[in-house]
């Protein structure tokens, strides 16, 4: 059964710092894995979204990688903002599925 | 390119009531999800329909929930009698058949059993 991991489960940092958050799967039979950014009271967005085939991904300040031997993928957020506060939130679709198993979610707050 | 919509946005309810929640996705998704979220923890598939047919009922605790999806387009899904731990945000989401990579998720419904 594929369980998925975050850790931390929250994270506060002034802003500027880099940061990384981290992401872990007990079954690397994946179709792909996906990160997903949810405001307060909102859905879901997915930021970036990396192929079992991929090693990362980049969109503006952020950057995803995956290891899926060793069942790992990192979000690198690079510079960050105030508005970058929210709760990020890995899936992965583990292969013959379409379906999304989730972690549990970093909760991030960045101060001014 | 409007979103995925969800009513209402919340509702609260005593246990033993019932509860509907309407999906309205994307314009030519084929592909529909409802995912329960319960405070704390990531989203968990209840549902996938493709068209209006059911692809994956397995987490859905068919002793009180339901769902439908008429005509492969709106989706309703209903809570009866409805449980504490029902509490939880429902969110429906939508991709296309030949795009599964990319899923749009709707804001939600969220419900408050006491």
């Known amino acids: 059964k594929q369980e998925v991991t975050q850790i931390p489960a929250a994270l506060s940092v002034p802003e500027g710092e880099n940061l990384v958050l981290n992401c872990s799967f007990t079954d690397s039979a994946i179709y792909n894995l996906q990160w997903f950014r949810q405001d307060p009271g909102k859905g879901l967005t997915s930021l970036l979204l990396?192929?079992?085939?991929?090693r990362e991904q980049t969109s503006g300040r952020l950057n995803a990688s995956l290891d899926k031997s060793s069942g790992r993928s990192t979000l690198y957020i690079a510079a960050s903002q105030p508005g970058d506060s929210a709760t990020y939130l890995c899936a992965v679709r583990p292969l013959g599925t379409d379906k999304l198993i989730f972690g549990t979610g970093t909760r991030l707050q960045v101060f001014p | 390119e409007a979103g995925v919509a969800q009513s209402p946005r919340y509702k609260i309810i005593e246990k033993r009531q019932s509860v509907a929640f309407w999906c309205n996705p994307i314009?030519?998704?084929?592909?529909l999800y409802w995912y329960q979220q319960i405070l704390g923890q990531g989203p968990k598939l209840l549902i996938q329909?493709?068209?209006?047919?059911?692809?994956?009922d397995s987490q859905l605790p068919k002793d009180r929930f339901s769902a439908e999806r008429l005509k492969g387009v709106d989706s309703t899904l209903k809570i009866q009698p409805a449980k504490l731990e029902d509490s939880a945000v429902y969110l429906c989401?939508?991709?296309?058949?030949?795009?599964?990579?990319?899923?749009?998720f709707g804001e939600g419904s969220w419900l408050t059993v006491v």
């Open positions: 329909f493709q068209n209006n047919g059911v692809v994956d």
């Open positions: 989401a939508s991709s296309l058949d030949l795009d599964r990579n990319t899923i749009y």
């Open positions: 314009s030519g998704h084929a592909t």
């Open positions: 990396i192929q079992s085939s991929q």
